[in-house]
Nanobody, 124 residues
Framework: QVQLVESGGGLVEAGGSLRLSCAASGRTFSSYAMGWFRQAPGKEREFVAAISWSGGSTYYAHSVKGRFTISRDNAKNTVYLQMNMLKPEDTAVYYC?????????????????WGQGTQVTVPS
């Protein structure tokens, strides 16, 4: 079992930056791929970024590529999402998720454990 707790969300002006953190419990964190997803009001949850267990491979949605960076620190059992040049359309609840089979995929179904989410709001 892995428990995930997100933090770092908040209200930020368009063009600003935020760094989200996801702290994981459990000794197996370093063997899991991790992903970030988001869900805006009235919309389905969507893929944002993913990272392999080693951090050697990263993947991004087109909408955030070049603005967001996913990283991890396995010694701290933490994965991060650095978000720069934020836009109003980035407003959503952001969730981190763990994939015990290290697929680092785009689909929600590939992830086994989920955090409770953290709200990011970028006013227009």
């Amino acid at each position: 079992q892995v428990q995930l707790v997100e933090s770092g969300g908040g209200l930020v002006e368009a063009g600003g930056s935020l760094r989200l953190s996801c702290a994981a419990s459990g000794r197996t964190f370093s063997s899991y791929a991790m992903g970030w997803f988001r869900q805006a009001p009235g919309k389905e949850r969507e893929f944002v970024a993913a990272i392999s267990w080693s951090g050697g491979s990263t993947y991004y949605a087109h909408s955030v590529k070049g603005r967001f960076t996913i990283s991890r620190d396995n010694a701290k059992n933490t994965v991060y999402l650095q978000m720069n040049m934020l836009k109003p359309e980035d407003t959503a609840v952001y969730y981190c998720a763990a994939d015990r089979y290290n697929r680092a995929g785009y689909s929600l179904r590939e992830y086994d454990y989920w955090g409770q989410g953290t709200q990011v709001t970028v006013p227009s």
